[in-house]
């Protein structure tokens, strides 16, 4: 007798039958599913952006966004879909802190820096939510304090490097967090920034945005980038600016 074998479900936009009803409670995934589902919706969503783009710059569909306007007017600009798509967000910590040692007994020091390369995986690991999974690679030698600082430096752009060359000691980071220390990391410096630094304009608005926002709060940076696209949410991350050649 012949095994049936599941059949697939057509696709309407973002998501298949089968992934509405999982969004919807109505089933279950495991965890290899769930793992393929958020690498398509990467796939998918980064097609829309192109595609959104696409009907932004192109003069054929004129006559289609003319006669379609009134229908979607409510969602793009009452409604701000993709303005407020990412906002309310969670705090997530998939980077990981990571130590290296010097020196010995008396003289030992431990120098921090945060790793970003997870943030290429694919997989989502929900465990992303808990603050101690930042700590996840430091098995020993922090004290309860240290992780607030620690904490603290990893939610203000600039105190910490991305690379294990600007490793600092945890009195560094008390200093860099409290204005001692005006030494800041990670930060893109322009000098003499115009409108015709860049050849996308959409660049000049995001570097403004970054240049005012980013001594302020994650969320308040995030806020404001957040009409860009969904590498832009993360800048704090890893800057991801409009490629100058399109």
């Known amino acids: 007798m ?115 390369s997870p943030l290429k995986d694919n997989k989502i690991d929900e465990r992303i939510f808990n603050k101690d999974f930042l700590f996840r690679h430091i098995r020993s030698g922090l004290t309860d304090n240290d992780k607030k600082l620690l904490l603290a430096a990893t939610n203000n752009q600039g105190i910490l490097s991305t690379k294990m060359e600007g490793a600092i000691t945890i009195e560094e980071i008390k200093k860099r967090l409290s204005g001692e220390s005006k030494v800041r990391t990670n930060i893109t410096q322009i000098k003499n920034v115009t409108k015709e630094t860049f050849k996308d304009l959409r660049n000049f608005e995001i570097y403004s945005i970054i240049e005012k926002h980013e001594k302020r709060s994650i969320k308040s940076l995030n806020k404001k980038l957040s009409k860009f696209d969904s590498k832009i949410i993360q800048y704090f991350v890893n800057p991801y600016f409009h490629a100058e050649s399109e």
């Open 2 to 116: 012949k095994k049936k074998h599941a059949q697939k479900t057509s696709r309407i936009a973002l998501f298949t039958e089968n992934e509405r009803d999982y969004l919807h409670g109505k089933k279950s995934m495991s965890t290899v599913m769930k793992s393929q589902f958020h690498h398509n919706l990467d796939i998918r969503f980064n097609a829309l952006l192109k595609d959104l783009e696409l009907i932004h710059k192109t003069e054929i569909l004129n006559g289609w966004k003319s006669t379609r306007a009134y229908r979607y007017t409510i969602y793009f600009k009452s409604m701000n879909y993709f303005l407020n798509l990412f906002s309310n967000i969670e705090q997530g910590y998939q980077s990981t802190l990571r130590h290296i040692q010097s020196g010995k007994g008396k003289n030992k020091k431990h120098r921090y820096w945060l790793d970003h």
